[in-house]
């Protein structure tokens, strides 16, 4: 799909592919050196899907994030997105397809406002030229990026230089900057770390609000977020699906207790 | 011995420890553990004077040491083993140790002594002494890093998840080599992960949550309680 995406605010219309995974992953495989990061990771994600990704250290989270975002190439395997063959292609053109990741690091601009953090990423879904050109798509932008705010709850905050938000807040801004760009699937690394017991209550509601319109994939070690908003968890350990189903399935499956208790 | 009372510590803007008080006796071996990302790692950072608490209190016996130096809680009898273990890879093991080992108040027959316990303890390090610590194996990068840590005659080791990353053969030994440390009478504040280790080990455990330490058990205790395990540490 090549859809002009440099106008508008709405997503183009998808093609027919009711029934079909937003996303699918074939035997994907990493290798550094010696070491398999990731071995023959098989999975489909639904649209609309909320999936956790959970493992113990090392399990290769990271990894496969890195490679749905093209900061990695597979050394085998396959990536699909809406039908098409996204593996291997670079980051920003992975951004293009409209996937989006929130980093652990925190990537906004400390000393612009809020505001203005939010508008750089809406900005990405125009070409410069014809954003000074055309005066619609520059109320379009900034349309978006208020909208964007509203939904991350910065909205009475647009002003602030991002550098006086809170910790809580400015992972949720890292959140609207990737919503901003205007994806279909976003991928959550670990929302809520370094964040009080209220914050991670307040961002589990943002992440619920904003997955009515998304397909969200969520790495996450709090198991109490991880349970209230996945309804697919996906385990991997030593790089390879360990076991895959609902909540309930997964807390039941005496191979995953023993994988994180080390019994 | 070493007592943390209502300790808070930032990175930044980010609130990680919310007010942990945790205390270890002479010679003791105490379990903490938790998930990735509970603040265990910064506690540890926090007592080794790598970070500065905004508030709360840090003592080893008696003295207060809150926001003191590193190399003055070294001089004290602090160790400290990071999760990166911090090994010079291009020293060889030797070296390595004696970065430890060639203190001024240190005689020579002393040295001695202490390298042959070491090399005692971990039998590989005398083999590999002309090796390059960055040609060690994981396993051996570990026993490294706490042999350094002991080079220094530390009353207590702060160890973060020695085991991380190492196959079931070696987390054995490095079992042993807390085993041998505990008949030292040396004490042992213990960041893990792997909770049968840690029960095997310890004498009292601390389960941290949020940057709050939430349950405080023996290990006997602890062990016969399946849910608090399974509540804190499970899925």
């Avoid at chain 2, 840090?58 to 911090?86: C, K, M, N, W």
């Amino acid at each position: 799909m090549t859809a002009d995406r440099s106008r508008g605010l709405a997503a183009p219309a998808p093609a027919d592919r009711s029934g079909a995974p937003l996303l699918e992953t074939h035997g994907l495989t990493v290798r550094f050196g010696g070491l398999t990061a990731l071995n023959n990771v098989s999975i489909a994600v639904q649209p609309g899907e909320i999936r956790a990704i959970i493992g113990p250290n090392g399990a290769g989270k990271s990894t496969f994030f890195n490679c749905l975002t093209g900061v990695l190439r597979p050394s085998r395997g396959r990536i699909l997105f809406n039908g098409e063959d996204i593996t291997g292609l670079p980051p920003h053109q992975i951004s293009r397809k409209a996937i989006a990741r929130s980093y652990q690091i925190t990537n906004i601009l400390p000393g612009a406002t809020v505001l203005e953090n939010v508008r750089i990423a809406a900005q990405s879904r125009h070409h410069g030229w014809s954003l000074l050109r055309h005066h619609r798509a520059y109320t379009d932008v900034l349309a978006r990026a208020g909208a964007v705010l509203a939904a991350v709850g910065l909205g009475d905050k647009a002003e602030e230089p991002a550098a006086n938000l809170s910790h809580g807040e400015q992972r949720n801004l890292e959140i609207g900057i990737a919503l901003a760009t205007e994806p279909k699937l976003l991928c959550l690394d670990e929302p809520t770390a370094g964040m009080s017991v209220a914050e991670t209550h307040a961002t589990v509601e943002l992440i619920r609000q904003i997955a009515a319109d998304l397909t969200i994939l969520i790495v996450e070690h709090d198991m109490e977020v991880v349970m209230g908003l996945a309804r697919t968890l996906t385990v991997l350990h030593y790089g390879e699906v360990l076991a895959e189903g609902a909540p309930a399935e997964i807390q039941a499956n005496p191979r995953v207790q023993e994988v994180y208790l080390k019994t | 011995m070493l007592a943390l009372e209502n300790v808070h510590t930032y990175y930044g803007k980010s609130h990680v420890l919310h007010g942990v008080s945790i205390r270890v006796e002479a010679g003791e071996v105490v379990g903490l553990l938790g998930r990735n990302g509970v603040g265990k790692s910064t506690t540890l950072k926090t007592i080794m004077g790598l970070v500065r608490p905004s508030a709360g209190r840090i003592s080893f016996e008696g003295q207060d040491i809150t926001g003191l130096a590193p190399h003055r809680l070294a001089r004290l009898g602090i160790g400290y083993v990071p999760e990166d273990r911090r090994i010079f890879r291009l020293l060889t093991v030797l070296e390595n140790l004696r970065t430890g080992l060639d203190r001024a108040e240190v005689t020579p027959s002393r040295r001695q002594e202490l390298l042959e316990k070491v090399y005692a303890s971990f039998p590989v390090l005398r083999e590999r002494r002309h090796q390059a610590g960055g040609t060690l194996s994981g396993g051996e990068q570990q026993m490294l890093a706490i042999a350094r840590a002991m080079m220094l005659e530390p009353k207590i080791v702060l160890l973060d998840e020695p085991t991380e990353g190492l196959m079931p053969r070696m987390v054995a030994h490095i079992r042993e080599i807390i085993d041998v440390l505990h008949r030292d009478a040396v004490a042992i504040l213990l960041v893990e992960q792997n909770v049968p280790l840690t029960l095997a080990v310890a004498g009292r455990v601390y389960i941290m949550e949020k940057g709050a330490v939430r349950h405080h058990a023996t290990a006997t205790e602890l062990g016969a309680n399946a849910a608090v395990i399974h509540q804190y540490l499970g899925v």
